[in-house]
């Protein structure tokens, strides 16, 4: 009895382990997280300072843009349909179907869905 008991805890701590990794590979759709949020543009300048909520740009083709050695907080994300994090800049999670500056420029701190790794 204890074992089957200790089998069913296992497996719902392991179900919602499972549930939560596959809700942080979206990025958030709800509006009270964005601290910042374009149509078709978002961006901030130089060394700016994110500590806590997302940016983004909503529309199809919308552009993200952070200056030079911008950083945003842990549990951040970058949303954008494009990506411009300029030199230095440092993101939590970026999401975004193009990245408009090469790879090394940017650090990445953790898994957000960016579709290419390429860029323009």
Do not use: W
């Not at 700016?48 to 945003?72: C, E, R, Y």
């Not at 300029?86 to 579709?115: D, H, K, M, Q, W």
């Amino acid at each position: 009895m204890q074992a089957s008991r200790s089998r069913i805890v296992f497996l719902v701590i392991y179900a919602a382990l499972i549930a939560t990794r596959a809700r942080a590979a979206d990025p958030s759709r709800n509006l009270e997280d964005y601290v910042i949020l374009g149509l078709e543009r978002a961006g901030l300048g130089n060394e700016a300072f994110i500590d806590s909520g997302n940016m983004g740009a909503n529309d199809p083709g919308g552009t993200v843009q952070l200056g030079k050695h911008a950083f945003m907080g842990d549990g951040t994300q970058m949303v954008g349909d494009r990506a411009r994090p300029l030199t230095g800049t440092s993101v939590c999670e970026l999401f975004t179907n193009t990245l408009l500056v090469p790879p090394a420029a940017v650090t990445i701190r953790a898994r957000g869905r960016t579709a290419s790794r390429r860029y323009r």
